[in-house]
């Protein structure tokens, strides 16, 4: 996995690397038992603090995407199921609320935001459509 630090982003570094993980892991391009780069290596290749490659690893760790084996090294966890319905729900609408609060600031018009999560979902990995509670099929 190639990691880059945008000094202009308004968002910590700390917290780009654990969207380019969790982008990584939801397109597919890093999957679980996947190594990653040890904290020292990824300080050093970022030229950043260890302390935050390690906080960044620590969050993913405790989201439960990444395990950390003593020994050996940082790993891209196999998928857990331990999310309640309204967890995973509470969640996505946590993030859906952060976009479109972004868009509207940005001056998007809701079609716009619309079109444009059609065409980058087209992108990433999906599970299996469920039915939803109303028995329709779920779309990504």
Known sequence: MQFEIDGMSRLPIYRQLVEQVREGIAR??????????SVRQLSRDLVVNPNTVARAYTELEREGLLANRPGRGVFVAEPRGELTEE????????GVDRLLTEAVHLGFSKAEVARLVAERSREFRWGPDKPSSKGE????
Not at 28 to 37: A, N, W
Not at 87 to 94: D, F, I, K, N
Not at 137 to 140: F, K, L, T, V
């Open 137 to 140: 099929e779920g779309r990504p």
């Open 87 to 94: 967890a995973r729900r509470r969640r996505l609408t946590e």
């Open 28 to 37: 597919g391009g890093v999957k679980p038992g996947e190594q990653l780069p």
